[in-house]
């Protein structure tokens, strides 16, 4: 079965347009302190959750770059550990490429499912030619070593004069096996909280070792979250199977 979520040599690009997320022009300019009604995170209530079958497909053209790991400022909850990506790579989402700006981490989880926390949560950050903003967020539990991850934990940035430089990290691995997601219209997480940011939650996490999640929460011991925000009325789509 071809993989139509890899972006590899002979996949011809399917394109589902669907009206389901009307593209939003250029993000709402978010320069003010007052939050607005669409802000993130949030707890995903799965019983408020609308099953959607054929959400609009994920290619993920990721390919194995450079990347400059940085710290933001820690332990300020509102910095973090990022990872710039300057070469293009993108994600091609419902007829449109968003190119990847960087990916970065919080403790514990922003988003929450039922309620739950995880103990760590990845952002990945893409911007469209048009300005609208696409975050993919991936949960993080603690299980296996992570040897994808591990050239940028075991190595983490202790504050912000240092500087990791990785020539080649493989972005791709970073994609849960599994494409079942949720999706939303929300925010920014940090200041200035901007609106109009497209959510794709991944519902399989990645794994970690408690003993990289810890190296990361030693940055950050009051952690690096915004609390989960109301929904109002929003609907959360979502192709995870339910098996009630
Ligand atoms: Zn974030």
Known sequence: MIDLRRCGRG?????VAMAMFPTTAAATEGSSAEAGASQSPIDIRTSDVAFVDDLPSLRFCYHTVPIEVVNTGSPDPETTIRGEVESRTTLRSNGKNYSLLQFHFHTTSEHRLDGEVFPMEMHLVHQAEDGEQLVVGIWIEAGDHNRDLAPIFADLPADETEKLTIRRFD???LIPDDDDTYRYQGSLTT????????????DEPLEMSLEQILSFQALFPDGNVREPQPLNDRQVLSDVDDDA
């Open 11 to 15: 996949v011809v690009a399917v394109t």
């Open 171 to 173: 972005l791709d691995k």
């Open 191 to 202: 200041p200035p909280f901007t609106e109009g940011v497209q959510w794709i939650v991944f």
